[in-house]
């Protein structure tokens, strides 16, 4: 298999890069099991967890989060 580097992927059309990188990312949900978490990563997961539970009223709800980051576009 051919190597390819950055400044390859970079005379790839959009369309193409955004392929690759969609590629790439199903090729790593498929071993995410294999990733291990850090003891911070855990305990970071843990306290948003419990500041949830808290208070799960507080936050915004992923469809407005959606469109404040396609707004500003």
């Known amino acids: 298999m051919k190597m390819i580097t ?3 992927t970079l005379d790839l059309s ?3 890069r955004i392929q690759l990188v969609e590629d ?3 090729t790593i949900a498929v071993e995410a099991d294999s990733v ?3 003891e911070e990563e855990k305990k970071i997961i843990d306290e948003r967890l419990e500041a ?6 507080l ?3 992923w469809e407005d989060v959606f469109r404040r980051i396609v707004s500003k576009k």
């Open 59 to 61: 936050g915004s709800p």
């Open 36 to 38: 291990e978490l850090t």
């Open 14 to 16: 959009i369309p193409e």
């Open 52 to 57: 949830y539970h808290q208070n799960p009223d």
């Open 24 to 26: 790439i990312w199903d």
């Open 6 to 8: 950055v400044t390859d």
